[in-house]
């Protein structure tokens, strides 16, 4: 149950972020964003393709950056995220 809170919160972030202008979707505007040290925070849908999930984890060790792997595919991020598509990776920019 307390996981369940926690994705939730996660989720929560998420969407005031996007609201807010704070976040961007996309593996590779995360990419571009996380190698200039702009990110805080990256979510990682659980099916996303393991080359891009090992780019991404690879530049966030070095700069530091928090990774939260969600138990959500891709289709349901979209679709907590309130977009008509998928996706697979959300960052939340400093």
Do not use: Q
């Amino acid at each position: 149950m307390a996981k369940k809170k926690e994705i939730d919160k996660n989720v929560e972030e998420i969407n005031k972020n996007l609201g807010s202008g704070k976040a961007i979707i996309g593996a590779n505007e995360t990419l571009k964003n996380l190698r200039h040290s702009r990110v805080k925070k990256i979510f990682l849908s659980s099916n996303l393709a393991d080359t891009v999930k090992e780019d991404i984890v690879h530049y966030a060790d070095i700069t530091k950056t928090e990774v939260v792997e969600l138990n959500y595919p891709n289709d349901e991020l979209g679709a907590l995220c309130k977009k008509p598509f998928s996706v697979s990776v959300v960052s939340i920019l400093n």
